[in-house]
DNA sequence: CAATGATCCTGTCCGC
DNA sequence: TGCGGACAGGATCATT
């Protein structure tokens, strides 16, 4: 599932792939992929790529039009660029052209991603309301520590808030939490401030490991050219059976989704 | 404001 | 071999 390293590793790759290209017309194959606040004509010139960035797990793409788009891949999202123009699969949902004849494919099996279309004074609600980036000086123990004094949930469901923190998902969560050898289902107001300490650093750790390596692919994830990252074989915790240690490992249902732990080594 | 559960969706895997 | 059901899960929305 595409999370902040594999999201930092596909907008690497858009910008080598398409950056400073004219994108000539965006086209929709399947209703609900292209979402148009903008409501300007997109089969239209909407002008050259300027910057491609990210912000959480969402890729944002300026263009000299004064136009961004703000796409983001859910679970199974992909962009490939296509060069010649290859065949559609029945996942492509969309597709970008450029002026120079090159074409970049949206793919998505599960349908969740989306790409929008904003003019320059608009923005979008959920970028706006990520809480801070998790490898900036923003993120420290000071901050988690305060963000958390409200919040009785369990820590684990607050780490995928992308309100409190931006770009980490269940993977992360679980492996950073692991790192910090604290337990999920620890309501996160009882964190002290250097569990918070120390889970910031889990966090930063894990995440600048993964992107070093591309990211991780457990299933659907690829990079623009279709590689793999290269990550999951270091997970120490999601998906296994045992941990590092060698002690067995708990799955549980966290908020519907599926949380890995170490009972000895995380209390 | 916080927390919870349903919802969106389809490919894959498991048991019978 | 085929089929039903569980599962994967990020974000959004409605409800409490």
Known sequence: MPE????????????????????????ELRARTV??????????????????????????????????????????????????????????RAYLDFDDGTR??????????QIK?????????AVQALGPEPLTNA????????????RQSPIKTVLLNQQVIAGIGNIYACEALYRAGIRPGKPANKLSAPQCANLVAAVQAVLTESLALGGTS????????DKT????????????????????LNRIKQAGRSTYFCPVCQK
């Open 218 to 225: 457990i299933s659907d994830y690829r990079n623009v050219d």
């Open 35 to 92: 979402i148009n606040p903008a409501k300007t004509d997109l089969t239209k010139p909407l002008g050259r790529i300027e910057t491609v960035e990210r912000r959480g797990k969402y890729i944002l793409v300026t263009l000299s039009s004064g136009l961004h788009l703000v796409a983001h891949l859910r679970m199974t999202g992909k962009f490939i660029l296509a060069d010649p123009p290859q065949q559609l699969s029945s996942h492509t």
């Open 4 to 27: 902040l390293p594999e999201v930092e590793t596909v907008v690497r790759g858009l910008r080598t792939a398409v950056g400073g290209k004219a994108l000539i017309s965006v086209t």
């Open 229 to 248: 990252g290269e990550f999951q074989h270091f997970l120490r915790v999601y998906g296994k059976q045992t941990c590092p240690q060698g002690h067995a």
């Open 117 to 125: 279309v904003y003019q320059p004074h608009q923005s979008d609600p």
């Open 139 to 150: 993120f420290d123990g000071v901050y988690l520590h305060q963000a958390l004094t409200r």
């Open 104 to 113: 970049l494919l949206f793919h998505d099996p599960r349908t969740f991603g």
